[in-house]
């Protein structure tokens, strides 16, 4: 059965967790810190606990080394939103309160079977990494083996000539014990052979090997002894050579062999039969065998009647050519020491060193071989780099950057390393020093990391650093190290991974949340702007109409006028204060047209230029070929005026404001990364200017209704209100680049229309028109619109009937059906809206026309059906003359109902 640790700081909250996992799972609950060193396989703890034992959980983790244990934190839903990158780096998973208990054990059950997994991972390294020490410390003991039982003394120097090691046969060959001669200058060198060897080792040294050199070397007794010296550079991993590694054949029994046999045939012959060594003739010419040694008849497997008659060809794994290639130099003595493959009677194929040279037999040139076995040597050989191979391999194509560090420089670097710190291959880096290659932010931490590591050996845990590259790119990355010894210096193993990429899409998370709520708060306000709008308006279409007739009423000289002017005048700012509003709500009643932008702004830069003044210099840059959009085209001059106005303000003095217009495409990927844009064609409306700019915490706020920098009475709040609005209800989006004192473009963006671009032609101007005597019947649930529209339709020459309610409209169009011209009916009533009653209606007055009004919005009144082409319709609150122009119209036009 698992373990799950408890950390709940409440203990009916504690008790519920019991109650939840208790029947499948082992509980440990308690406050101590000390709890933490107990076994467990998951910790379920709240937000307290976290704060207070954040170090101490992340030391925990540290020390499964590399096993995955699980932390899931139990925290409000309206806290998950704050967590922090760094509370994240801690924890697995969240679970929000309250907490279901079918919920609760599929998350632990998700998280402990990742466990389970990491456990099962783990099991099969530490297997693998035991079979791998096993492999290197059999390779390791195989080649001491090989060395200790070489026939022939071996024996390594360090670059002054020191001896570093000496095996039994090298005791045996030269009488000096091991520890004789290990760390002393080599003993066996006669003092006339002196520059001999000087000579000898400068050549190994510079990188040359020497194989099967004869010379002369003394032993301890002082007698001397022909020998056989092969010796290579002894070289470290970065390829630097360290010292000499050498072997030395006693040559003396062979050479007595050989002038024994030059001075006697019947005297070699005797040593050729019972030497102990593989030994062959063999003609050069052409490669038969001559003769063979009962030796060579042993080792080979054939008797020496069938073995002499076979060619060195049968045996040798070499092409005919190249075997007699070999001979020659036998022959001239080019080289006397060889490695071949040697097949046997059985089939095998041994590994061989030969030497061989020539010798004169019965006046014929023959060429002598000593043929030693060496497959096991070889063996053991081939196991080791392959050993060291499969190691390399695998650090240098990890995903994750693995170095060494000694003495603060890099000493080794795997491709991924080399990669992270900005290098195109590790020898770049070798030997340069670590500190350079980080942040200088992060230098002073890395030094003291360095100094724990190598004098104090304190490993490293994790920690975000900033790597510095020459091109001045900065790669965020994750950091930990061990200390160790390499190459004769205290270091570290250093593994390092990079992680811009996570922090890269941690921010764009973060930035899309930011607008994301951005949006959201907008939307809000706008919801709340378009709830207060019908009222307001009917307050409104009563004080501005009774004030209107008032006005009429009342004589030029009269000092009440002057009051009631300024009464309808703060009506009035009342009457755009709230259509500011519903146009920032995007539930303003528009007519949108499709329309060429630049024609459009630029019936509008005389009237722009009187607005900003002659101090301030308008730019104006219209896009070529600039595609249609579609909108109401007053609202483009809201747009400009507002942005003119602001940019205006924003300039102390002399200043320059820029307008222009282009076509512009978003793609998906673009769109993914700007919360709020769409995908496609758009023309974009930009306007700039030198002033002020903005910085970033008045940027958060521009958008938002009655939000204004500048002083009382010198702005609402909502110019730049209404602008978002307008953008937003024609399925646009705006950008805002602004910083302080580098002045602030506005960019908009409006969705490319399609369909025949349609004339702006103005309004006119005539006096207000009155009526011809016809009957209109009035129905409105507000008494005083109701009596408003009755005394202004009747002081212009019209005949009212007036309803409340729409049955009451339908009662006296029975009674005057065949008067009646002329329906004007609110929208939404009691009974039914203005739609069904005038439907109702035209089975009474088949001929009668109508209509619309409401103080409603835009999308509450679409519902009804009365904003489509061909409806006649008025907003409240309206003017008298804005009102009789709208009677007019539905009278005089055939129309819908």
Same mark, same amino acid.
């Given at each position: 059965?698992? &373990?799950?640790?408890?950390?709940?700081?409440?203990?009916?909250?504690?008790?519920?967790?019991?109650?939840?996992?208790?029947?499948?799972?082992?509980?440990?609950?308690?406050?101590?810190?000390?709890?933490?060193?107990?076994?467990?396989?998951?910790?379920?703890?709240?937000?307290?606990?976290?704060?207070?034992?954040?170090?101490?959980?992340?030391?925990?983790?540290? *020390?499964?080394?590399?096993?995955?244990?699980?932390?899931?934190?139990?925290?409000?839903? $309206?806290?998950?939103?704050?967590?922090?990158?760094?509370?994240?780096?801690?924890?697995?998973?969240?679970?929000?309160?309250?907490?279901?208990?079918?919920?609760?054990?599929?998350?632990?059950?998700?998280?402990?079977?990742?466990?389970?997994?990491?456990?099962?991972?783990?099991?099969?390294?530490?297997?693998?990494? $035991?079979? #791998?020490?096993?492999?290197?410390?059999?390779?390791?003991?195989?080649?001491?083996?090989?060395?200790?039982?070489?026939? =022939?003394?071996?024996?390594?120097?360090?670059?002054?000539?020191?001896?570093?090691?000496?095996?039994?046969?090298?005791?045996?060959?030269?009488?000096?014990?091991?520890?004789?001669?290990?760390?002393?200058?080599?003993?066996?060198?006669?003092?006339?052979?002196?520059?001999?060897?000087?000579?000898?080792?400068?050549?190994?040294?510079?990188?040359?090997?020497?194989?099967?050199?004869?010379?002369?070397?003394?032993?301890?007794?002082?007698?001397?002894?022909?020998? #056989?010296? #092969?010796?290579?550079?002894?070289?470290?991993?970065?390829?630097?050579?360290?010292?000499?590694?050498?072997?030395?054949?006693?040559? &003396?029994?062979?050479?007595?062999?050989?002038?024994?046999?030059?001075?006697?045939?019947?005297?070699?012959?005797?040593?050729?039969?019972?030497?102990?060594?593989?030994?062959?003739?063999?003609?050069?010419?052409?490669? !038969?065998?001559?003769?063979?040694?009962?030796?060579?008849?042993?080792?080979?497997?054939?008797?020496?009647?069938?073995?002499?008659?076979?060619?060195?060809?049968?045996?040798?794994?070499?092409?005919?050519?190249?075997?007699?290639?070999?001979?020659?130099?036998?022959?001239?003595?080019?080289?006397?020491?060889?490695?071949?493959?040697?097949?046997?009677?059985?089939?095998?194929?041994?590994?061989?060193?030969?030497?061989?040279?020539?010798?004169?037999?019965?006046?014929?040139?023959?060429?002598?071989?000593?043929? /030693?076995?060496?497959?096991?040597?070889?063996?053991?050989?081939?196991?080791?780099?392959? *050993?060291?191979?499969? /190691?390399?391999?695998?650090?240098?194509?990890?995903?994750?950057?693995?170095?060494?560090?000694?003495?603060?420089?890099?000493?080794?670097? +795997?491709?991924?390393?080399?990669?992270?710190?900005?290098?195109?291959?590790?020898?770049?880096?070798?030997?340069?020093?670590?500190?350079?290659?980080?942040?200088?932010?992060?230098?002073?931490?890395?030094?003291?990391?360095?100094?724990?590591? +190598?004098?104090?050996?304190?490993?490293?845990?994790?920690?975000?650093?900033?790597?510095?590259?020459?091109?001045?790119?900065?790669?965020?990355?994750?950091?930990? !190290?061990?200390?160790?010894?390499?190459?004769?210096?205290?270091?570290?193993?250093?593994?390092?991974?990079?992680?811009?990429?996570?922090?890269?899409?941690?921010?764009?998370?973060?930035?899309?949340?930011?607008?994301?709520?951005?949006?959201?708060?907008?939307?809000?306000?706008?919801?709340?702007?378009?709830?207060?709008?019908?009222?307001?308006?009917?307050?409104?279409?009563?004080?501005?109409?009774?004030?209107?007739?008032?006005?009429?009423?009342?004589?030029?000289?009269?000092?009440?006028?002057?009051?009631?002017?300024?009464?309808?005048?703060?009506?009035?700012?009342?009457?755009?204060?709230?259509?500011?509003?519903?146009?920032?709500?995007?539930?303003?009643?528009?007519?949108?047209?499709?329309?060429?932008?630049?024609?459009?702004?630029?019936?509008?830069?005389?009237?722009?230029?009187?607005?900003?003044?002659?101090?301030?210099?308008?730019?104006?840059?219209?896009?070529?070929?600039?595609?249609?959009?579609?909108?109401?085209?007053?609202?483009?001059?809201?747009?400009?005026?507002?942005?003119?106005?602001?940019?205006?303000?924003?300039?102390?003095?002399?200043?320059?404001?820029?307008?222009?217009?282009?076509?512009? #495409? /978003?793609?998906?990927?673009?769109?993914?990364?700007?919360?709020?844009?769409?995908?496609?064609?758009?023309?974009?409306?930009?306007?700039?200017?030198?002033?002020?700019?903005?910085?970033?915490?008045?940027?958060?706020?521009?958008?938002?209704?009655?939000?204004?920098?500048?002083?009382?009475?010198?702005?609402?709040?909502?110019? =730049?209100?209404?602008?978002?609005?307008?953008?937003?209800?024609?399925?646009?989006?705006? +950008?805002?680049?602004?910083?302080?004192?580098?002045? &602030?473009?506005?960019?908009?963006?409006?969705?490319?229309?399609?369909?025949?671009?349609?004339?702006?032609?103005?309004?006119?101007?005539?006096?207000?028109?009155?009526?011809?005597?016809?009957?209109?019947?009035?129905?409105?649930?507000?008494?005083?619109?109701?009596?408003?529209?009755?005394?202004?339709?009747?002081?212009? +020459?019209?005949?009212?009937?007036?309803? @409340?309610?729409?049955?009451?409209?339908?009662?006296?169009?029975?009674?005057?059906?065949?008067?009646?011209?002329?329906?004007?009916?609110?929208?939404? %009533?009691?009974? %039914?809206?203005?739609?069904?009653?005038?439907?109702? =209606?035209?089975?009474?007055?088949?001929?009668?026309?109508?209509?619309? %009004?409401?103080?409603?919005?835009?999308?509450?009144?679409?519902?009804?059906?009365?904003?489509?082409?061909?409806?006649?319709?008025?907003?409240?609150?309206?003017?008298?003359? @804005?009102?009789?122009?709208?009677?007019?119209?539905?009278?005089?036009?055939?129309?819908?109902?």
């Amino acid at each position: 059965m698992e &373990t799950i640790l408890l950390l709940i700081s409440k203990d009916r909250d504690r008790q519920l967790l019991e109650d939840y996992l208790a029947d499948k799972y082992h509980i440990v609950a308690s406050d101590h810190i000390d709890v933490l060193n107990t076994a467990f396989d998951l910790c379920l703890l709240d937000g307290i606990y976290l704060k207070r034992l954040r170090d101490s959980l992340q030391v925990r983790r540290e *020390s499964e080394k590399g096993v995955f244990l699980p932390i899931l934190l139990v925290t409000a839903k $309206q806290d998950i939103g704050m967590l922090t990158s760094r509370i994240w780096q801690i924890i697995d998973d969240v679970i929000s309160t309250p907490i279901e208990k079918g919920e609760l054990h599929a998350r632990i059950e998700v998280l402990l079977r990742a466990r389970r997994l990491s456990l099962e991972l783990r099991a099969v390294q530490d297997a693998e990494l $035991q079979r #791998s020490r096993r492999a290197l410390s059999e390779s390791e003991e195989l080649q001491k083996a090989i060395v200790a039982c070489s026939p =022939l003394a071996t024996y390594s120097l360090d670059k002054k000539g020191n001896v570093l090691s000496w095996n039994p046969a090298a005791e045996a060959m030269f009488g000096w014990q091991a520890r004789e001669v290990i760390g002393k200058p080599l003993p066996i060198v006669p003092a006339e052979k002196q520059s001999e060897f000087q000579s000898l080792m400068r050549r190994i040294l510079e990188g040359e090997s020497i194989s099967g050199m004869e010379l002369v070397r003394q032993r301890k007794d002082g007698s001397f002894l022909e020998c #056989s010296l #092969s010796g290579a550079p002894i070289r470290d991993s970065q390829g630097g050579i360290v010292g000499i590694m050498a072997t030395m054949e006693d040559i &003396t029994e062979r050479k007595r062999t050989e002038r024994a046999l030059m001075e006697s045939e019947s005297r070699f012959r005797s040593l050729f039969k019972n030497n102990h060594a593989v030994m062959l003739l063999i003609d050069p010419g052409d490669g !038969a065998i001559v003769d063979a040694n009962p030796a060579a008849c042993s080792y080979y497997g054939w008797s020496k009647d069938q073995i002499t008659r076979m060619n060195i060809a049968d045996i040798n794994t070499l092409s005919p050519e190249q075997i007699h290639e070999e001979m020659n130099r036998a022959k001239t003595q080019q080289r006397h020491h060889f490695e071949f493959r040697h097949r046997l009677a059985d089939g095998t194929v041994r590994d061989v060193e030969v030497y061989s040279g020539p010798i004169h037999v019965s006046g014929r040139v023959l060429l002598y071989s000593l043929v /030693f076995d060496v497959t096991e040597r070889k063996a053991a050989e081939q196991a080791r780099l392959a *050993s060291e191979a499969r /190691f390399r391999l695998l650090v240098e194509n990890a995903p994750d950057g693995v170095f060494v560090q000694t003495q603060g420089r890099f000493a080794y670097l +795997n491709r991924a390393a080399t990669r992270i710190f900005g290098g195109r291959e590790a020898g770049e880096l070798l030997g340069m020093p670590i500190v350079d290659y980080f942040h200088p932010d992060c230098r002073e931490f890395i030094r003291e990391q360095i100094q724990l590591l +190598n004098r104090d050996k304190i490993p490293v845990p994790m920690h975000h650093v900033t790597v510095l590259h020459k091109d001045g790119t900065a790669v965020d990355i994750e950091a930990s !190290a061990v200390p160790m010894h390499y190459e004769g210096h205290d270091g570290a193993l250093v593994f390092v991974r990079d992680i811009s990429e996570r922090i890269k899409s941690e921010k764009q998370r973060q930035e899309l949340e930011a607008q994301l709520h951005q949006a959201q708060k907008m939307e809000s306000i706008g919801r709340l702007a378009g709830g207060v709008a019908h009222d307001y308006n009917n307050i409104l279409s009563v004080i501005l109409g009774f004030t209107e007739l008032a006005l009429r009423k009342v004589k030029p000289g009269d000092p009440l006028r002057d009051d009631l002017n300024k009464i309808y005048a703060a009506a009035e700012r009342s009457r755009d204060i709230t259509r500011k509003l519903l146009t920032f709500a995007r539930k303003e009643i528009i007519a949108p047209k499709v329309l060429d932008l630049n024609v459009t702004v630029e019936s509008m830069l005389k009237i722009l230029r009187k607005l900003i003044g002659e101090d301030i210099e308008l730019t104006w840059r219209p896009g070529v070929h600039l595609w249609p959009v579609k909108m109401d085209p007053s609202q483009v001059d809201q747009i400009l005026a507002n942005l003119c106005v602001n940019a205006r303000d924003a300039i102390a003095d002399v200043g320059k404001i820029t307008i222009e217009t282009g076509n512009v #495409s /978003f793609d998906q990927d673009y769109c993914n990364r700007h919360a709020g844009f769409s995908p496609g064609d758009f023309v974009f409306l930009a306007v700039s200017d030198d002033g002020c700019g903005m910085d970033a915490a008045t940027l958060e706020n521009i958008f938002e209704p009655f939000f204004t920098t500048k002083g009382v009475g010198k702005g609402t709040g909502l110019g =730049l209100a209404t602008v978002y609005g307008i953008v937003k209800q024609n399925d646009g989006f705006i +950008n805002v680049y602004s910083e302080p004192g580098h002045g &602030t473009t506005f960019k908009i963006y409006f969705p490319r229309a399609t369909g025949d671009i349609t004339e702006n032609r103005p309004a006119d101007a005539e006096k207000i028109p009155e009526g011809k005597g016809e009957t209109i019947l009035v129905v409105e649930d507000d008494a005083s619109i109701l009596a408003y529209v009755e005394e202004l339709l009747t002081s212009i +020459n019209y005949k009212v009937l007036k309803a @409340e309610t729409p049955s009451d409209a339908l009662q006296k169009a029975r009674t005057h059906a065949t008067e009646l011209s002329l329906l004007m009916t609110d929208v939404i %009533m009691p009974e %039914m809206n203005g739609r069904e009653l005038a439907q109702q =209606l035209l089975t009474i007055c088949p001929k009668i026309k109508c209509l619309y %009004m409401s103080g409603y919005t835009a999308d509450i009144i679409a519902q009804r059906g009365v904003l489509t082409t061909g409806i006649q319709f008025i907003q409240k609150p309206f003017s008298a003359r @804005e009102l009789a122009v709208k009677v007019r119209a539905a009278l005089e036009h055939s129309q819908k109902i």
